[in-house]
């Protein structure tokens, strides 16, 4: 047998090239959100000469720091994962070929996206199958659970608008799986790896403080789970913190010397000075902007609201809670560990941000802020259908596939266009709105040609340029290549040909997956 032969026969390789060829098919070339915009410029501060923010982007971003220079609220953490396709973008971008061509989407956002995005899909499908096994979870099940957190999740959206969130989550789970290597074996290795991880989560958003406690709750809660003693809970404590505490106060330092650098201050955030400026321009602000939404109102909208309910765009969440309440009593205690964790870290985000004037996210798929936990709860799922389908009957076993598949029509819905199209018609729709039901009915009327006589073709969209023409496509690469109308004709012709391409490469190799991991289940078995 040749060596490739052996790898296509490999489930793992053949998870992480379908999780590669995703990325490559849902790219549209745009960085996706006026937020990755900002954090691109401040990479490419890093090694030019130019500034964080533009004299000409204030007020609409920025915010005045030390010695009245306008800097960047963000964190650093994604601004330092894009360099490197920065650095390649901005060579290629002077090659000759494209001497001429600064129209949209440029050579250097087309470079970040897909080298950012096909890295951490790649990294996430690895992390997240090693961490599945590590439940002792099948080969079967842990490329099912795998494939559900990258096709039937928000994390599918955000693979195509490269927000910071699936960068996070990879972070969160190479925590969450080399701490629990660390419980099991002793490794201290395993331990600075994971405590690593969570720490450089700290310099993306500071709220992944939360992600960084829910890591030592889960390793707490499989202790207590398993009737370990106070002595020994205590000894666990003191070597954990031995290894973490350091590496956690090393990243906090970074963080809080980057927020010194720019806003003069160790021990507060930017949001005073947000605050305060806004405050300045507007006068109708209340004193307490922007912890200013009644806390009920955040935290039930998150959870209901059709606009952004995160059982409506997670639907794999409603699958994991139901199946964690149906079989607890069956579950290990490592497994109970994870549950009760990742349900406490989404509650804590949903708490945090519920008093926030912004707490959706604002321009977002969905509720940006809590996604990121809503998928590492609804992570367990789709391994948990499988492993206990025998005891669940065939009524629940029936259900789970519907919302499996519901899942995943969803998430393929919100690729299709850019994401600010149902916020431009909701400034004339009204709200409240079902944004799901909302955007099939795009996918439809667009389809069939119907945008104006179904008045979806609404007066907000068309008031800026830019924006009407990326969201009046089908938002992938080839598509927004020839709506915009600036690269040549054969260059969008072959992205064509390369796009269709790779779909169905995507579609041959999980067909080969499939076939993979039966063949390894019937050699288990034997």
Known sequence: MTSLSRWLRDPLFLLCLAAALLAIVVQSGELGSADTMHRLQTTHWLWTSEPQVFANEYPEFGLHGRNGTIYSWYGIGQSLLMLPGDLLGTWLAHFPIFKGYED?????????????????????????????????????????????????????????NMMENNYIMLLTLVGFSFQYEWLRTGSRGALVIGSAALGLNLLT??????????????????????????????????????????????????????????????????????????????????????????????????????????FLFDPLLVLAIVLLAILWKRLAADVRAYAVASLLLLLAYLSFYARYAYWAGDFAWGDRYVSTSAELAAFLGVPLLLHYRPQLGGWAWRCGIAIVAGSFVIQIASLAFWLPLEIYQMETLGHPTFVIALRFKNILAFALGKMDAWGLNTPAMSEDQWDYVHITTWNFLPFLLRRVGAAPEWVVKTTFALWFAAVAALAWVLSRLGRAVLRSSELSQR
């Open 205 to 310: 958003r500071v709220t992944t403080g939360l992600d960084l406690i829910a890591a030592g709750v889960f390793l707490l809660l499989i202790l207590m789970f398993e009737g370990s003693s106070r002595h020994t809970l205590w000894q666990r404590f003191l070597a954990y913190c031995t290894i973490a505490a350091p590496i956690y106060a090393f990243f906090l330092a970074i963080e809080r010397y980057y927020n010194y650098y720019r806003f003069g201050s160790f021990t507060s955030t930017y949001i005073p000075i947000f605050a305060r400026e806004l405050r300045e321009r507007d006068a109708s602000l209340p004193a307490n902007f922007p912890w200013s939404t009644p806390f009920a109102e955040g935290f039930f909208s998150a959870l209901f609201k059709p606009e952004k309910s995160i």
């Open 104 to 160: 949209d989407p440029a050579v250097r956002s087309i470079v970040v996206t897909y080298l950012t995005n096909i890295l951490i899909n790649i990294l996430t499908a690895l992390i997240a199958f090693h961490f599945l096994r590590q439940l002792r979870f099948s080969i079967k099940q842990a490329v099912a659970g795998v494939i559900a957190l990258l096709f039937c999740t928000t994390h599918l959206h955000y693979t195509q």
